[in-house]
């Protein structure tokens, strides 16, 4: 089994900046890929920003510009670094994990989510 364990939510005002952090452990032979998902209420979860081994980066077109993702293989922890963020950012972020075993089988993990929330 895979545990990821996320934080760094919170309330931040409109323009702030915010850093998600997000840990793998556990059962982990290879990581594929690393990423974050968000749901606002009343929408559907919706990629923010995903980073696939060996692969381009790719960022949903409204955090283009504002969003980074990054990752530490020797950690297996990502991280999504936000700034000048905006009252559409306000949802729950996931991080979610694409893990290989030997066999080259995928399977996907999902964080707890963490509550990012901006307002003035």
């Known amino acids: 089994q895979v545990q990821l364990v996320e934080s760094g939510g919170g309330l931040v005002q409109p323009g702030g900046s915010l850093r998600l952090s997000c840990a793998a452990s556990g059962s982990i032979f290879s990581i594929y890929a690393m990423g974050w998902y968000r749901q606002a209420p009343g929408k559907q979860r919706e990629l923010v920003a995903a980073?696939?081994?060996?692969?381009?980066?790719n960022y949903a077109n409204s955090v283009k510009g504002r969003f980074t993702i990054s990752r530490d293989n020797a950690k297996n922890t990502v991280y999504l670094q936000m700034t000048s963020l905006k009252p559409e950012d306000t949802a729950v972020y996931y991080c979610?994990?694409?893990?290989?075993?030997?066999?080259?089988?995928?399977?996907?993990?999902w964080g707890q989510g963490t509550q990012v929330t901006v307002s003035s």
């Open positions: 980073m696939p081994r060996g692969g381009s980066t």
């Open positions: 979610n994990v694409v893990v290989e075993n030997s066999w080259r089988v995928r399977n996907d993990y």
